[in-house]
């Protein structure tokens, strides 16, 4: 049984589920040249160029994992990857320049919103190719292991990608190594436009783990201090060399595939019984019931509102790249035609 968490902690996992429903709202916003979830005009034209994958709804697996890594943890992403980048530390401001495709971004406005990376807080980037990060994951905690490194690898990854090869074979590789990898399944329902469940055999995620000899638990994706827990409790056992463990994190897209997709496809109830256990609101309801201020949390989303719309101004103020930039960053020839 794990002991209570202090409030700093716990409001400290509060704040970063507002962090990045803040700058999802703005960044969708922003994708659609509409009215942002505040009530203020956007552009109308677009200003996030290219596809733009939503994590709304599902903060609290990033929040509640991210909390017991270090700069010196690795972490690899999905082409949703917002919030994994910013629960792992990365600069805020910086990312929604990526998204407008401006020079001061992570990757000099190239990468995007799929191809988010900051190695300086350890994030080993996002990835536009489903289930390619599991590898990456992977090769990255093998040479950890080499290196004798006290560092993990957290690897992020939605149920869609358990049904292609590069799954099995990065859980059966970590396992035989006994690599340092957390895999963190989180299992929103929907695999593009179709649902995932009837595509999926068996018990998903956690069970095929199982079937490898791979630790694995299942908890409520949309309880944050659920998340925390296990994920406490994985980390632990990968920094202690115990091998690779798995969580399987039951949450649901509440987007569409992309922010210009209405989602159509999808039940309306299905969705309006998912948006009843939003995990903002199950957060902020369990920390009022345990005592704490409202005023506080109150603040605490005006902050992450307030810096978002910040950053927003930022990108919209900030330089494009410059046109040789397109030739650099890539790989050479060496017969010299790009001079």
């Not at 509440?254 to 922010?259: F, P, R």
Request: net charge neutral; with cysteine.
């Amino acid at each position: 049984m794990n002991p209570p968490l202090p409030e700093a902690e716990r409001l400290a996992l509060y704040r970063t589920m507002q962090r990045i429903r803040a700058f999802e709202n703005a960044a969708e916003a922003a994708s659609q040249g509409g009215v942002s979830a505040y009530g203020q005009e956007a552009a109308g034209t677009a200003r996030v160029r290219g596809p733009l994958h939503l994590s709304t709804g599902q903060e609290a697996v990033a929040a509640g994992v991210c909390a017991h890594l270090t700069k010196e943890d690795y972490l690899t992403s999905t082409h949703r990857g917002h919030g994994h980048t910013l629960a792992k530390g990365a600069d805020l401001t910086r990312m929604m320049c990526e998204l407008f495709g401006k020079a001061t971004g992570f990757n000099g406005g190239k990468g995007g919103s799929m191809h988010i990376a900051d190695f300086s807080v350890g994030m080993l980037g996002a990835n536009g190719v489903v289930a390619a990060g599991l590898l990456i994951a992977v090769g990255a905690a093998h040479a950890q292991k080499l290196q004798k490194k006290a560092a993990i690898t957290v690897c992020f990854f939605g149920d869609g990608a358990i049904n292609r090869g590069p799954f099995l074979e990065s859980l059966n590789w970590a396992r035989v190594y006994g690599l340092p990898v957390l895999f963190v399944c989180e299992d929103n329902r929907w695999s593009a436009t179709t649902a995932s469940g009837p595509m999926i055999a068996g018990d998903g995620a956690s069970a095929r783990a199982h079937a490898l000899d791979i630790v694995a638990t299942r908890v409520d994706g949309n309880d944050v201090f659920a998340v925390h827990a296990a994920a406490r409790t994985h980390v632990a056992a990968v920094r202690a060399g115990l091998g690779p463990r798995l969580l399987h994190a039951l949450t649901y897209r509440v987007k569409g595939h992309v922010s210009v997709d209405r989602a159509a496809y999808r039940d309306p109830s299905e969705l309006a019984s998912a948006l009843r256990t939003d995990p903002l609101a199950h957060a902020r309801a369990r920390l009022l019931a345990e005592g704490l201020d409202a005023a506080l949390l109150d603040a605490i989303e005006h902050d992450a509102r307030q810096e978002v719309e910040a950053a927003v101004a930022a990108a919209d103020a900030a330089p494009w790249p410059e046109a040789a930039a397109a030739f650099t960053d890539v790989q050479t020839t060496g017969a010299g035609q790009w001079t």
